[in-house]
């Protein structure tokens, strides 16, 4: 599990694609990568992504067909920075919502601007997701924990203060481009659960 508060970019240094999967190195600071193991937990662009190999700071990872579908992790080149977070441990502090690095497709950027030092996007995603989607409420896109603003038919707002800028990749968004989205899965439930108990019960 993750808190959603991304720790920083970091470079993607080996890219080797083959049929069905992807395997790619990221470079980590070495204070970030001290202690990974084998097996580690990792997100990378909100991927939930295995540590396969472990060369000092430098850590390698696999991304497979239903990930690649999913994910911005196709687009993977070497020299392109990736958002990374650690997986929480007990004890830690929660400072965004719990985020678990399952991504259930990619939203893309309609719109930016800045108001002042704020950056304002505008993700469109399918339809099929804006019942879990409400503003104030939670979401991760590249893993990083926001809060939702205005909500519409097909897209939402989030706003974005200088800090979360700086240690992630959306001051350099474009617009067309994908971001990957996760769901809060606390509303997922509930929102699932009412229609399902509305169904049976013949009201929904």
């Known amino acids: ?58 850590i390698g990872f696999e991304a497979i067909a239903e990930t690649l579908s999913l994910t911005t992790l196709d687009e993977l080149a070497v020299g392109r920075k990736v958002s990374v977070e650690r997986s929480c441990r007990v004890g830690d502090e929660l400072g965004g919502h719990d985020v678990f690095g399952h991504v259930v497709g990619t939203g893309r950027v309609l719109a930016r601007a800045l108001v002042g030092e704020q950056l304002d996007l505008t993700i469109g995603v399918p339809s099929k997701w804006l019942k879990y989607i409400s503003a104030k409420g939670f979401i991760a896109l590249d893993g990083s924990s926001l809060t939702v603003g205005e909500v519409r038919a097909d897209s939402f707002d989030v706003h974005l203060i200088p800090e979360t800028q700086r240690l992630t990749n ?14 809060d899965p606390r509303t997922v439930a509930i929102v699932d659960t009412v229609e399902r108990v509305l169904k049976e019960r013949g009201l929904g």
């Open 170 to 183: 959306f001051a350099d968004k474009a617009v067309g481009q994908r971001v990957n989205v996760e769901l």
């Open 1 to 58: 599990m993750y808190s959603g508060i991304t720790r920083g970019l970091f470079p993607v240094v080996r890219v080797e694609k083959r049929s069905g999967v992807t395997r790619f190195d990221v470079a980590l600071s070495s204070a970030l990568a001290q202690g990974v193991e084998l097996g580690a937990s990792i997100s990378i662009d909100g991927v939930c992504c295995t540590a396969m190999h472990v060369d000092g700071p430098r």
